[in-house]
């Protein structure tokens, strides 16, 4: 009997520990659309619909067909068994529990505690975890092609720093994403790192930026780059970014896809193709020039009352579908 990869998969889902009713076998065709891989990132404590767990995080991928992933550490480590405190960094992640706010004396000291029981998990974390983990993901068609940090700290040791890099390995990340920092001796030291274990660092943008904000990080270490966020850069500059990309292609690890206005508009982030952000011809750029990075699905305007998280994204895909069409 002739085994092909569709029955491949169909095992792959069926062995997941998930509600697998809601899983479609025909969105498992992939995200690649025209040559240009479609990814995601999705904020972990945002959207209550779609788990945080990375193992629970696969199901919403393989039913939205979407088959590239910048996976949060957070989501990572949750399942490996870390502590499962929402972690400072992410959206949504500043509230107690039930929504709760507390004083920012409790809230000083319950970050300096997790910080503390999260970074002695780290040191002694099983890497194993993580390799059941990259198998999990694609045995199921999806790639994990980056490891999102949080929030990095400059005064981590080596031994926290090796701790990412070897997570990232075992995940099959090719790249790391952390925010720009305002140090350079961070980014000094990180593309060190990267130099070490011959993983890309991606330096990812909010509104905080120009077109020189990342000159220092890239001058540092041929292994420092930029994970831009398109729609941040449009809001902050009042332009648009395809002469950023077409000058930094060769520095540019992965794109984060979202639509703003430009600041002078209001800079608000806005349902894909109502703002001044031009992905579809930032799209059809990538196809065009064939860059070889991926470009993520970063979900961030206002839901509308009578749709979803899931529902919004797969319309973000379908514009990606499209516009590479």
């Not at 959207?47 to 990375?54: K, L, N, S």
């Not at 904000?213 to 540092?220: C, P, T």
Request: aromatic share 8%; charged share 20%; with cysteine.
């Amino acid at each position: 009997m002739n085994i092909t990869r569709r029955d491949l998969l169909k095992g792959a889902i069926a062995a997941l520990p998930l509600a697998r009713s809601n899983f479609s076998v025909a969105s498992l065709a992939g995200s690649n659309f025209g040559g240009v891989q479609i990814g995601i990132i999705i904020s972990p404590y945002n959207y209550a619909e779609i788990p945080v767990r990375a193992d629970e995080t696969l199901k919403t991928l393989v039913q939205l067909g979407i088959s590239a992933f910048e996976m949060q550490d957070v989501r990572a480590e949750v399942y490996a068994g870390a502590p499962s405190q929402p972690r400072e960094g992410y959206s949504g992640s500043a509230h107690g529990p039930q929504g709760t706010s507390p004083s920012p004396q409790e809230r000083q000291e319950a970050r300096r505690k997790a910080a503390e029981e999260l970074r002695a998990w780290r040191l002694a974390a099983p890497l194993d975890k993580y390799e059941a983990l990259r198998k999990l993901y694609s045995d199921a068609g999806v790639n994990i092609y980056a490891f999102r940090l949080a929030n990095l700290a400059t005064a981590a040791s080596d031994e926290e720093f090796s701790y990412y890099f070897r997570a990232a390995q075992a995940l099959g990340a090719n790249q790391i994403t952390v925010e720009l920092p305002n140090d350079a001796s961070l980014s000094q030291r990180l593309g060190e790192f990267g130099a070490k274990y011959k993983i890309r660092i991606g330096y990812h943008n909010h509104t905080q930026v120009d077109e020189h904000s990342w000159d220092g990080a890239l001058s540092q270490s041929s292994y420092n780059g930029i994970n831009l966020d398109v729609g941040h850069y449009a809001a902050a500059t009042n332009q648009s970014p395809i002469p950023f990309i077409k000058e930094h292609r060769d520095r540019i690890t992965s794109l984060h896809l979202k639509d703003r206005k430009f600041r002078t508009n209001g800079g608000r982030n806005t349902p894909w193709g109502e703002g001044d952000t031009p992905l579809k011809e930032i799209l059809q750029l990538v196809k065009a020039q064939r860059y070889p990075f991926p470009a993520a699905i970063e979900l961030e305007y206002r839901i509308p009352a009578d749709s979803s998280a899931t529902a919004e994204i797969a319309k973000c895909l379908q514009f990606c579908r499209d516009a590479l069409a």
